[in-house]
């Protein structure tokens, strides 16, 4: 167990729905990052959060966006759902950006028809 | 396009049997880890290797570290039929280290 939760488990949503995703990570961590995983492929990097600031971007469209609070837990939004943002998402919690081990959580599986 | 490629892309063993797994990456790095992920769950990191370290253990675990040849191989001794699972390699750039950029993974399968 890495300390790390996501919810919900599973999602099923419709093509131009908006979703959010949560992720609780483990405490003291001040870095969190999301990664999306299609079937078949390694995760891709779309931000991360360092103390409640975005602290990077990978090549991601501006619908998907993101919160980081306080308590270490942050969201990820996407709006206007394609039928390719079907995935699996995989929030991962770090005590320093860059330079230590990212601890993942179990992911939320998003089918999006 | 993708920093690491593992490699090979599957690999099929006995019970008992070391397994190995290279990793090549592109660009120079802060950091390589390497990952397990279990039918499509979450990733468990398995170990960590800086790059100014050569080798690393961790139980049944060995990583070692070439960067002058942007490569490294992560070897599993004496498999367990547990040890089924998708590996990643994942790189920490210098320069831009706030993301892991992975590779497409390998499949690993053990046989009883």
């Known amino acids: 167990e890495t300390g790390v939760t996501q919810s919900p488990t599973h999602l099923i949503k419709t093509r131009g729905q908006q979703v959010t995703l949560r992720c609780s990570s483990q405490?003291?961590?001040?870095?969190v990052s999301w990664y999306q995983q299609a079937l078949g492929q390694g995760p891709q990097f779309i931000f991360q959060?360092?103390?409640?600031?975005?602290?990077g971007r990978g090549n991601f469209p501006p619908r998907f966006s993101g919160l980081q609070f306080p308590n270490y837990s942050s969201e990820l939004n996407v709006n206007a759902l394609e039928l390719n943002d079907s995935a699996l998402y995989l929030c991962?919690?770090?005590?320093?950006?860059?330079?230590?081990?990212?601890?993942f959580g179990p992911g939320t599986r998003l089918t999006v028809l | 396009s993708q920093q690491g490629e593992e490699d090979p892309q599957a690999l099929s063993i006995q019970e008992g049997e070391n397994a190995t797994m290279n990793c090549s990456y592109k660009?120079?790095?802060?950091?390589l880890q390497w990952y397990r992920q279990n039918s499509g769950r979450g990733l468990v990191h398995l170990i960590l290797?800086?790059?100014?370290?050569r080798e690393k253990h961790s139980g049944r675990l060995r990583v070692t570290l070439d960067t002058s040849k942007k490569s490294s191989s992560l070897l599993i001794t004496a498999s367990r039929a547990a040890d089924t699972a998708s590996y990643f390699c994942?790189?920490?750039?210098?320069?831009?280290?706030?993301?892991?950029?992975f590779g497409k993974g390998m499949k690993l399968t053990v046989n009883p």
């Open positions: 991962a919690s770090s005590l320093r950006t860059g330079l230590d081990t990212q601890y």
């Open positions: 290797i800086r790059s100014n370290e």
């Open positions: 959060y360092y103390r409640e600031e975005e602290n």
């Open positions: 660009t120079s790095i802060n950091n």
């Open positions: 994942a790189t920490s750039l210098q320069g831009g280290s706030e993301k892991l950029v």
């Open positions: 405490s003291g961590h001040n870095t």
